[in-house]
């Protein structure tokens, strides 16, 4: 079992930063990569990016490039998503996800969800 717990979320104005954070436990060594994912309103869930624990190797959705950024603390097993130059169709439920490679490679989703935060982004 992992279980993750995200915090971070919040309202913030176009142009705005928010940084997310998905803390990892339990069995973190079973999934090698883990990565974010969200929700708009009426949409489906999306990949946003990931990061792999031992190489860091990250892959991001297109529209975020330049804008978000993953990373990660071994030591203290999280996962951060820091977000830049925040636009209103940023507006999603941001989920942590943790799973295998694929994860990265082509933004397959792992077995393990966090609850989800909030992330509002006000015009």
């Known amino acids: 079992q992992v279980q993750l717990v995200e915090s971070g979320g919040g309202l913030v104005q176009a142009g705005g930063s928010l940084r997310l954070s998905c803390a990892a436990s339990?069995?973190?060594?079973?999934?090698?990569?883990v990565g974010w994912f969200r929700q708009g309103p009426g949409k489906e869930r999306e990949f946003v990016a990931a990061?792999?624990?031992?190489?860091?190797?990250?892959n991001y959705k297109d529209s975020v490039k330049g804008r978000f950024t993953i990373s990660r603390d071994n030591a203290k097993n999280t996962v951060y998503l820091q977000m830049n130059s925040l636009k209103p169709e940023d507006t999603a439920v941001y989920y942590c996800?943790?799973?295998?490679?694929?994860?990265?490679?082509?933004?397959?989703?792992?077995?393990?969800w966090g609850q989800g935060t909030q992330v509002t982004v006000s015009s």
């Open positions: 996800n943790a799973g295998y490679n694929s994860l990265v490679a082509n933004g397959r989703p792992g077995d393990y």
């Open positions: 339990g069995r973190t060594f079973s999934r090698p990569a």
């Open positions: 990061i792999n624990w031992n190489s860091g190797r990250t």
